[in-house]
């Protein structure tokens, strides 16, 4: 090579970036690495992909080859063959429109919706702040007063007998605090449980009767027998769920306890219930519970339901809470010890924090069962969903039709059921401390 050779074979500066091979990023990456990586797991997706072909392609088009406007199924199927020739089958989603407000609120009356509503409203309220720990504290004495507020909007009826509950529980409180310098913790703690319910059995009644004469103040009361639809399938799965948590939380430490009489009083009730069908307690609770009742006493059948979901509930959230508790490494209880901790300050502040925190796949899991198994209310004859349901398709206009109004009703409980599976996801990343 001469010296005037103007070729030059060193780079003088650096080359720039280039971006990454296709087969090597995005969508085709990931098709690569989780659907064909292997010549099994190739023939296994299309197999999978073909199935799913096969079902979409015979769903979809009875899903948006369907009917809004109907008076009835046969009115259905006569526009749908106009719509879309003769032969072709597809969903009737005017029974949906038709009885959408049923199918939520029952036979509540009409004009009374933004009771219900306003309740729902409220819910999402009262929930935040123990959803989100990022929200003021001060909310939670609206969390605290809203199954009162709840309860009077739905039913109606004087505001003096919620009024007098919550002076029941307040009195319970009282009495747990200020008695176990003359009693013990031990008889303060049966104190706070009898105080209430001596109240409420012999004076709420005549207090409340006598506050109504002198202040009318009230909702028009609306009977049981109208609730029904999503709106009694959500006030019993909600109220089931927030109620079985610290009852749950109490058996499984009862369970645990070295008191003989606590400890046999708690396994006695958890095996008790959770050797017996839901299905069982509901029939006790609507037939035979009046009968150990005094006569004329008159206890409304969905808050005797309630009652027994809750304990049934909170039998299974027990032996969620105690797996959680076994768990725990002995040196933790060691550690509460340590630093001095009595035993209620080091369940609180150490023990039951971790607990519950290993325990939230199996919670979140029992509350997701709990809020499925309120369609068993309408085997008692109560109208969630299901039973109406049953009652829609027994008229002669919409005859004959399932398949729309099980969808509609497992795709709302889908979503309240999902909703809370992805609730349990972020609580468990949030709560990661592993990392």
């Keep these: 090579m001469t010296n005037s050779s103007n070729a030059s074979y060193v780079r003088?500066?650096?080359?720039?970036?280039?971006?990454?091979?296709?087969?090597?990023?995005?969508?085709?990456?990931w098709f690569r690495e989780n659907l064909f990586s292997s010549?099994?797991?190739?023939?296994?997706?299309?197999?999978?992909?073909?199935?799913?072909?096969?079902?979409?392609?015979?769903?979809?088009?009875?899903?948006?080859?369907?009917?809004?406007?109907?008076?009835?199924?046969?009115?259905?199927?006569?526009?749908?063959?106009?719509?879309?020739?003769?032969?072709?089958?597809?969903?009737?989603?005017a029974v949906i429109r038709e009885r959408f407000l049923q199918l939520i609120y029952g036979f509540y009356p009409s004009e009374l919706y933004w009771r219900p509503n306003l309740a729902f409203i409220g819910m999402l309220v009262a929930l935040a702040p123990i959803l989100f720990n990022k929200l003021p504290r001060k909310m939670l004495g609206f969390t605290a007063l809203y199954p009162f507020l709840a309860f009077w909007l739905l039913w109606g009826g004087s505001v003096w007998l919620p009024f007098m509950i919550i002076t029941g529980f307040v009195l319970g409180y009282v009495a747990f605090t200020m008695?176990?310098?003359?009693?013990?913790?031990?008889?303060?703690?049966?104190?706070?449980?009898?105080?209430?319910?001596?109240?409420?059995?012999l004076l709420?009644?005549?207090?409340?009767?006598?506050?109504?004469?002198?202040?009318?103040?009230?909702?028009?009361?609306?009977?049981?027998?109208?609730f029904g639809g999503f709106m009694l399938s959500i006030l019993i799965g909600i109220t089931g769920i927030v109620m079985s948590l610290p009852i749950g939380i109490l058996l499984a430490l009862g369970r645990q306890s070295d008191l003989l009489i606590v400890k046999a009083i708690c396994v006695g009730f958890i095996e008790f219930i959770r050797g017996v069908p839901l299905i069982t307690l509901l029939f006790v609770a609507s037939t035979l519970l009046n009968y150990?009742?005094?006569?004329?006493?008159?206890?409304?059948?969905?808050?005797?339901?309630?009652?027994?979901?809750?304990?049934?509930?909170?039998?299974?959230?027990?032996?969620?809470?105690?797996?959680?508790?076994?768990?725990?490494?002995?040196?933790?209880?060691?550690?509460?010890?340590?630093?001095?901790?009595?035993?209620?300050?080091?369940?609180?502040?150490?023990?039951?924090?971790?607990?519950l925190k290993i325990s939230i796949p199996s919670i979140v899991s029992t509350f997701i069962g709990l809020f499925k198994d309120t369609v068993l209310v309408s085997i008692i004859g109560l109208l969630d969903?299901?039973?109406?349901?049953?009652?829609?398709?027994?008229?002669?206009?919409?005859?004959?039709?399932?398949?729309?109004?099980?969808?509609?009703?497992?795709?709302?409980?889908?979503?309240?059921?999902?909703s809370m599976s992805r609730y349990s996801m972020y609580l468990e990343r949030k709560l990661q401390t592993s990392h």
């Design 12 to 29: 003088t500066e650096m080359l720039g970036e280039k971006p990454a091979p296709v087969g090597q990023t995005g969508i085709i990456r």
């Design 39 to 93: 010549i099994p797991n190739a023939i296994m997706s299309l197999v999978a992909l073909w199935m799913i072909y096969l079902v979409l392609s015979h769903v979809l088009p009875w899903i948006f080859q369907s009917s809004w406007n109907a008076n009835s199924l046969k009115e259905c199927r006569a526009a749908i063959k106009e719509a879309y020739g003769e032969g072709t089958h597809g969903a009737c989603w």
């Design 179 to 201: 008695l176990p310098h003359y009693i013990g913790t031990l008889g303060a703690t049966i104190a706070a449980f009898l105080v209430p319910v001596l109240f409420w059995l």
């Design 204 to 226: 709420a009644g005549p207090f409340a009767s006598g506050m109504q004469s002198i202040a009318d103040v009230g909702l028009e009361p609306v009977e049981s027998a109208k």
């Design 292 to 355: 150990f009742m005094p006569p004329g006493t008159t206890f409304d059948i969905i808050l005797r339901v309630i009652i027994m979901v809750t304990l049934f509930a909170s039998a299974y959230m027990a032996e969620v809470i105690r797996g959680g508790l076994a768990a725990l490494p002995k040196g933790q209880y060691e550690g509460a010890d340590s630093l001095g901790l009595d035993f209620w300050q080091s369940t609180r502040l150490i023990i039951m924090p971790q607990a």
């Design 385 to 418: 969903p299901i039973g109406l349901s049953t009652n829609i398709r027994a008229d002669a206009a919409w005859n004959g039709i399932i398949w729309e109004l099980y969808g509609f009703i497992a795709l709302v409980f889908f979503i309240f059921c999902f």
